[in-house]
Nanobody
């Protein structure tokens, strides 16, 4: 069992930056791949970024590539999503999630554990 808690969301102007954190507790965080997803009002949850166990492999949605950076610090049991050049269309609740394998890492249905989400609002 892994418990995930996101933090770092908030209100930011377009063009600004935020860093989201995902603190993990329970089983060894380093044995899980981690992903970030987001859900805007009236829309389905969508993949944002993911990272393998050792951070050697990273994956990004086309919509955030070049603007967002996913990372992890296994010693601190924490994952991060650095978001830059934010746009109003990035407004959503952001969730971190964990899974045992990197198979289908962009698919939310394959994740085993989820955080409660943190709101990110980008004003124009």
């Amino acid at each position: 069992q892994v418990q995930l808690v996101e933090s770092g969301g908030g209100l930011v102007q377009a063009g600004g930056s935020l860093r989201l954190s995902c603190a993990a507790s329970g089983r060894t965080f380093s044995s899980y791949a981690m992903g970030w997803f987001r859900q805007a009002p009236g829309k389905e949850r969508e993949f944002v970024a993911a990272i393998g166990w050792s951070a050697d492999s990273t994956y990004y949605a086309d919509s955030v590539k070049g603007r967002f950076t996913i990372s992890r610090d296994n010693a601190k049991n924490t994952g991060y999503l650095q978001m830059s050049a934010l746009k109003p269309e990035d407004t959503a609740v952001y969730y971190c999630a964990a899974k045992h394998t990197i198979v289908d890492i962009t698919q939310d249905t394959t994740y085993d554990y989820w955080g409660q989400g943190t709101q990110v609002t980008v004003s124009s």
